[in-house]
């Protein structure tokens, strides 16, 4: 079993690696006059609402390179030259690592330097030269305006053409890598679809505090790598020069629910779903320190199964075969020996989750910016037995389930990153980000220590009590630490990226299928209630639920329950050359390393690969 689980462990990591992507944009271009290039002309763009300034003076050839700007605006673009009129482009948004080419022209003006103002808007041409693959930019305006039910960043990446938001170019979901403010995103070990809070249907952040959202399928860029579906790349938002906020609330309950389908009366139970949440942003220091935080709560419950017990009904529409006097007995003989089913019907299930973020941009000078990001998740989703591991296990028309064969899940995560932006002069830029990540991921059944219970009817499953088999101390701890490093040389036509990036990923997964015997493989089947009630009356039940309880006291006790642990990176290095041929061509060379690293797990991995 460890040797499967290490296996696993080892593919899916180096089949997902998700190195750090990009949080900001670019621009560049040329400053000349009618005759040739401008050296020495100075550009600046304003972000209009921070006042935050970026500037630079052009080079040789007249060209110019702004990095590391904050996404979208409005910025403003001021370009000056002595002895010529100077030029003003208003209303520039900027998107998720977009480089904007923006190139101008100057007029000789001896006698005055009055500016001449030109707007910006209206500059979208049909090809985004700023682009070296497919992709999908999604601002903030469009999320503010699509309707979502889910709350949910899959709502909007399905924009991207060919895809339903989950799955790019045929590929599975867990080959995506999803990142917020360059942070990993993705569960390494690769549960559920992959991102913090998939199994607990919790989104991992709030969509009120997502600025901007970017989808490559295939972009041609060295530094971007860990996928082969598509990179998703979300931004948060950050604070102004003013204060901004929002609040909202959704409440649904059993009075805005339906109760009948066709001419099926299903169950009426008191259900519940209340969600809310606020953000803040402004500044600590005007033009020079931002803040911005959000936080969302979700409490939710929902009916397990829409199936009752049968009462003499007709099978169907809502009515299972198994007799509730069947059940009833069931749960009498389980407490006549000190053990608590719960009820088989009217179930409900709680969804419940908190997320939080919290965001600091810091203009440290004129060349050099700091974002420190902190989001947490904490998340729980009450389920029913599974549903058709090793055998049906329900709840549905043919069997149904006690609700202390159910369990909880958690997915709880906590990541902070933090990005410090510098230029240097008007050459050379770098852009480092370190990063930390821990998800927490655990069940919490319903049952006390048991085995699983199958009881059988005409030779398939009736009635499913005891403990979830896939929950016996079953808990998944990860945690990431990341580092990218891109320096950028800006020389005339040609931009050259040098850059490397490294990333740890620990796992300690204990998961013990067979913990209290091998009732999970049908060895602990009844054939009938009689049956099941034999063993009853003969002692058989009581000491099978005995001996689990021993086992669990034993193994909390001498810590010995299946542990599987490892300690694996990865190092990348790479080096790229964009050159611009001309104002509509685009060259991009480069070359990338990737290289495991086993650490302290390097004789399991020779072992087990």
Do not use: C
Request: net charge neutral; glycine share 10%; hydrophobic share 35%.
């Amino acid at each position: 079993m460890i040797k499967q689980l290490l296996l696993g462990t080892f593919i899916l990591m180096f089949s997902l690696s998700a190195f750090a992507q990009v949080t900001t944009a670019s621009i560049k271009g040329v400053v000349k006059d009618d005759k040739a290039a401008l050296p020495g002309a100075t550009v600046v763009a304003t972000h209009t609402p921070s006042g935050t300034q970026y500037a630079t003076v052009t080079q040789e050839d007249g060209s110019y390179h702004i990095p590391n700007m904050r996404i979208g605006g409005p910025y403003t673009i001021d370009v000056r030259f002595v002895g010529y009129a100077s030029t003003k482009d208003e209303g520039i948004f900027l998107q998720i690592g977009q480089k904007l080419k923006l190139n101008y022209v100057l007029k000789a003006d001896n006698t005055t330097l009055d500016e001449v103002v030109v707007s910006a808007q209206g500059k979208t041409a049909l090809i985004n030269k700023g682009r070296t693959g497919a992709s999908t930019n999604i601002n903030n305006e469009v999320i503010k305006t699509l309707p979502t039910i889910s709350r949910s960043i899959n709502d909007f990446t399905r924009l991207t053409p060919g895809s339903d938001g989950l799955s790019y170019g045929g590929r599975n979901s867990l080959m995506n890598n999803l990142s917020l403010d360059g942070s990993i995103f993705n569960s390494p070990f690769g549960l559920g679809d992959g991102t913090p809070g998939g199994q607990t249907n919790a989104q991992p952040i709030s969509l009120d505090a997502i600025d901007q959202i970017q989808v490559d399928l295939a972009p041609y860029d060295v530094t971007v790598a860990g996928f082969t579906g598509a990179a998703i790349n979300a931004v948060t938002k950050s604070g102004t020069n003013e204060f901004h906020g929002s609040a909202f609330g959704f409440f649904r309950n059993q009075n805005l629910t339906g109760t009948k389908v066709a001419d099926a009366q299903l169950l009426e139970v008191d259900l519940k779903h209340i969600q809310t949440g606020a953000s803040i942003g402004g500044p600590l220091i005007k033009d020079k320190l931002f803040f911005f935080v959000n936080g969302e709560i979700e409490r939710r419950s929902d009916l397990s199964t829409a199936f009752r017990a049968n009462r003499g009904e007709p099978v169907g529409n809502g009515i299972s075969r198994v007799l509730a006097s069947d059940l009833d007995k069931v749960s009498s003989l389980l407490k006549s020996i000190g053990y608590e089913t719960g009820p088989y019907e009217n179930i409900l299930l709680n969804t419940d989750n908190e997320k939080f973020i919290a965001k600091l941009d810091w203009n440290i000078n004129a060349n050099h910016s700091l974002t420190a990001t902190y989001n947490i998740l904490n998340s729980s989703r009450q389920k029913p037995a599974h549903p058709v591991a090793f055998t049906r296990r329900g709840p549905d028309q043919t069997t149904l389930q006690f609700a202390n064969s159910g369990y909880t899940q958690h997915n709880n995560l906590q990541s902070g990153i933090v990005e410090l932006k510098s230029r240097f002069g008007n050459k050379y830029s770098n852009n480092l980000q370190v990063g930390f990540t821990n998800f927490d991921d655990f069940r919490s059944p319903e049952s006390v220590p048991a085995p699983p219970i199958t009881i059988r009817k005409d030779g398939v499953p009736y009635i499913i009590a005891g403990h979830e088999p896939f929950s016996i101390h079953n808990i998944l701890d990860q945690q990431v630490f990341q580092i990218t490093n891109n320096f950028k040389i800006f020389s005339g036509k040609h931009i050259f990226t040098i850059g490397g990036a490294f990333e740890k990923f620990s796992f300690q997964n204990s998961f013990n299928l067979f913990g209290y015997g091998l009732g999970a493989l049908g060895f602990m089947n009844y054939q009938s209630v009689d049956d099941f009630e034999t063993a009853i009356n003969n002692g058989k039940v009581a000491a099978d639920i005995a001996s689990a309880q021993s086992t669990f006291e034993t193994n909390n006790r001498d810590n010995t329950w299946s542990l599987a642990e490892s300690n694996v990176g990865q190092i990348a290095l790479y080096g790229q050359d964009e050159l611009s041929v001309n104002n509509n061509l685009t060259l991009t060379f480069g070359i990338r390393f990737d290289k495991p690293e086993f650490f302290n797990t390097s004789q399991l991995a020779k072992e087990n690969i």
